[in-house]
């Protein structure tokens, strides 16, 4: 069932929001949930639904209406998750339904949204239900100085380039990768990621001290470097493979990851961090 939120569905509601943010690598104080919460149930420029099943509150939707030189009125969907138990069920198709009928209602001539590019398993159903226009979306940070961000140095891993969920979004690399490098990088300052300009091998990857250290292959894999003996083990335990850079030539140090491992991705990354970057 899909309906309006309400007082009592608070914790439940905070639980999915933390979620939400958790997801994108995007967490709030405690007191940004609350001042969100009371937004939502005083309409106050936002709105929200939830989808409840089974008498638990599984899925929420945050939305907004908003103008345009071109429109008077128009439906942007913020937010959409549901917790991934309830997931398959059908409430995030119902959940988009349901915006989509508050934005007739109002008046709105469009409704729209945004997700990540690698949200694989989100965009199977967003294609189902609307069409993807093929735009792309930049955001302006911005700073209480006034004065206009200027771009992280290239190749440079900074918050401005992987601090928000939607500056994300518009990157290259998986989800997973980049919420990585931006840990990695505020623990090390000398870690970077790209290869300014070049192409092919490490490209898009982690490096340190100009070696690169983790990367993903063309192929989606998640590669890290590590000692022989390390990539043997892991190899041995079925967790990966060793890495095949395209020439048929295995290389002893290198370890792609199954998409199944059940290795942490971020412990790896750290461990062949300290592999690589030892002799600082």
């Not at 071109?70 to 409430?91: Q, T």
């Amino acid at each position: 069932m899909i309906r309006p939120l309400r007082e009592a569905d608070k914790a439940e509601w905070l639980s999915l929001a933390e979620g939400y943010k958790a997801f994108y690598n995007t967490p709030l104080p405690a007191g940004k949930y609350d001042v969100a919460w009371s937004r939502l149930l005083a309409g106050d420029g936002v709105h929200g639904l939830g989808a409840e099943f089974e008498g638990r509150l599984v899925g929420i939707a945050h939305y907004l209406f908003h103008t345009s030189p071109w429109a008077v009125r128009v439906c942007y969907l913020e937010d959409l998750f549901v917790s991934p138990p309830a997931r398959g069920k059908g409430a995030a198709r119902e959940l988009i339904h349901a915006v989509g009928g508050a934005a007739k209602a109002a008046g709105a001539t469009r409704c729209y949204w945004s997700t990540h590019e690698d949200n694989a398993e989100a965009r199977r159903l967003y294609d189902q239900v609307a069409r993807h226009a093929g735009f792309i979306r930049y955001d302006y940070a911005l700073r209480n100085s006034g004065e206009p961000d200027r771009p992280p140095p290239p190749g440079r891993v900074s918050d401005s380039c992987l601090g928000d969920s939607m500056t994300e979004a518009r990157t290259t690399l998986p989800a997973q990768f980049m919420v990585i490098a931006r840990t990695l990088a505020a623990e090390d300052p000398g870690v970077s990621i790209g290869a300014d300009g070049k192409k092919g091998f490490g490209a898009s990857a982690l490096k340190v001290g100009g070696k690169i250290f983790a990367m993903v292959s063309s192929d989606g894999a998640f590669v890290v470097k590590l000692p022989k003996g390390r990539v043997d083990e892991l190899e041995a335990a079925g967790q990966g493979r060793r890495f095949d850079p395209g020439h048929g030539r295995l290389m002893k140090e290198w370890l792609a990851l199954d998409p199944g491992s059940s290795q942490d991705r971020l412990a790896l990354a750290r461990e062949a961090l300290r592999f690589v970057g030892g002799a600082r």
